[in-house]
């Protein structure tokens, strides 16, 4: 398969724990964006990486998220001291430099107890 | 006032009627996109567009820049259409990031 992956499908935590979220892209993508859907929602935009290089946050990234992309491949969403306002899904997409179309991840959903 | 407006928020068909979802948009905007998403969270790509109007099979899209508005058609519908079809515009810049509408609920019935 080589459509974008993210793994865990779905975590459950209770408040104040850290989580960690993984997205792998179409490997010659250079861009990854992450975003966050709450139920009845349509998807917000949290960050995106050109290559390793996180290029844009949005307001919405609180000071407990930070998102990583080491090597221009693989991405990392870390949230630190979880609130049951995390919950929701979050998504990650991939596209090539330059070229509008995004290819999606299936998600993580998140649920903090 | 969300800069991306869907309409309807729900839509219940019969199977084989003709749906019309619209989108409006309040920022310049490089594409337009138009998305499916199923229960469970996956969310597949349908048209990106810039202008002019796209078919594939059964799914029309229309796009009108002067007018900042957008429909979504599909002809014959079938239960397996059931799906949140969201609108998204990318709006200019380098970055391509994207901003969603909320999504129409659609349920087309046998």
């Known amino acids: 398969d080589t459509g974008v992956s993210q793994d865990p499908r779905h975590k459950i935590t209770k408040r104040g724990q850290n989580v960690t979220f993984r997205c792998d892209p179409i490997?010659?993508?250079?861009?990854l964006y992450w975003y966050r859907q709450t139920l009845g929602q349509g998807p917000e935009f949290l960050t995106y990486f050109q290559n390793e290089a996180q290029l844009e946050k949005s307001r919405l990234l609180s000071d407990r998220f930070s998102a990583e992309r080491p090597k221009g491949s693989f991405s990392t969403l870390e949230i630190q001291r979880t609130e049951q306002g995390d919950s929701a899904m979050y998504l990650c997409?991939?596209?090539?430099?330059?070229?509008?179309?995004?290819?999606f991840g299936p998600g993580t959903r998140l649920t903090v107890l | 006032k969300n800069e991306v407006e869907q309409s309807p928020q729900n839509l219940t068909a019969q199977e084989g009627e003709f749906i019309t979802i619209n989108c409006s948009y309040s920022?310049?905007?490089?594409?337009l996109h138009w998305l499916q998403q199923h229960p469970g969270g996956g969310i597949v790509s349908l048209f990106m567009?810039?202008?002019g109007k796209k078919k594939h099979g059964r799914l029309i899209a229309t796009i009108n820049i002067q007018e900042k508005h957008s429909s979504l058609h599909i002809t014959a519908s079938h239960p397996r259409d059931s799906a949140v079809y969201i609108c998204a515009v990318s709006s200019g810049g380098s970055n391509y990031k994207l901003t969603f509408g909320k999504g129409t609920l659609l349920t087309v019935n046998p």
């Open positions: 920022v310049g905007i490089s594409a």
């Open positions: 490997s010659e993508h250079n861009r």
């Open positions: 567009l810039s202008s």
């Open positions: 997409a991939s596209s090539f430099y330059s070229y509008n179309e995004q290819f």
